[in-house]
């Protein structure tokens, strides 16, 4: 089934810690994006890819890291991980330039950092 | 001032109502509008995506742009139980050279059998 594939799904993380999402996806699109989605807040960009081997900060970047050695996949990583972390995490995809006609979005990563 | 005010809700309406979710935006620039439907614990599916101004309609989903007015909505006809998420707006457009993609933060609604 084309689509995204996140993992891993839900982590509990010490403080301090180091840890990378991995992103997938299938269906050979250009552009890619991480978010993360707080209550209250919505959806959040973190980094963005608008092509194998560019990299962008989105509004949220950091303590976050990114690239983009080819283009099925977008890992996200967190160099030392920190409370204020605990979030879900998206990854999206998108065909078109500028994501006008609207992201593919993975199931997310529910991330805990006690 | 957000660039997108989406009220969260929750909605409640009886199986059958029409559901009427709204977003309004301050940008003008912004060119293509988005509605996504996120299930619990899943991530935003797109329902709907539309160019400028104008209706849309898909099944018994329609979505309306006025950009005169920086509104824009998304009707749900005959709603069922299996409606029951949360509704994000989406925009995008250049904004002073830069290209912007932003979400509201979302309508819960419960469709009650």
């Known amino acids: 089934i084309a689509g995204i594939t996140q993992a891993p799904t839900s982590q509990i993380l010490a403080a301090g810690r180091r840890m990378t999402l991995r992103c997938t996806q299938d269906?050979?699109?250009?552009?890619m994006y991480w978010y993360r989605q707080d209550l209250g807040l919505g959806l959040r960009l973190i980094h963005y890819?608008?092509?194998?081997?560019?990299?962008g900060k989105g509004e949220v970047p950091d303590g976050y890291s990114v690239s983009r050695a080819n283009t099925d996949d977008f890992p996200l990583t967190l160099a030392s991980a920190v409370p204020s972390q605990t979030s879900v995490y998206f990854c999206?995809?998108?065909?078109?330039?500028?994501?006008?006609?609207?992201?593919?979005f993975g199931s997310g990563t529910r991330l805990t950092v006690v | 001032q957000k660039e997108v005010e989406q009220d969260p809700g929750p909605l409640s309406v009886p199986e059958g109502a029409i559901v009427s979710l709204n977003c309004t935006y301050s940008?003008?620039?912004?060119?293509?509008f988005m509605w996504y439907r996120q299930y619990s614990r899943k991530g935003p599916e797109l329902l709907m995506y539309t160019y400028s101004s104008g209706n849309k309609e898909d099944g018994r989903f329609t979505a309306q742009v006025d950009k005169s007015s920086k509104y824009i909505s998304l009707f749900i006809r005959d709603s069922q139980p299996s409606d029951s998420a949360t509704y994000l707006c989406?925009?995008?457009?250049?904004?002073?050279?830069?290209?912007?993609?932003?979400f509201g933060t979302g309508t819960r609604l419960k469709v009650l059998a």
């Open positions: 999206a995809s998108s065909d078109h330039p500028t994501g006008g006609r609207g992201y593919t």
């Open positions: 890819s608008n092509t194998a081997g560019t990299t």
């Open positions: 269906m050979r699109h250009n552009a």
């Open positions: 940008n003008s620039a912004f060119q293509y």
């Open positions: 989406a925009m995008s457009g250049v904004t002073s050279g830069t290209y912007k993609y932003i």
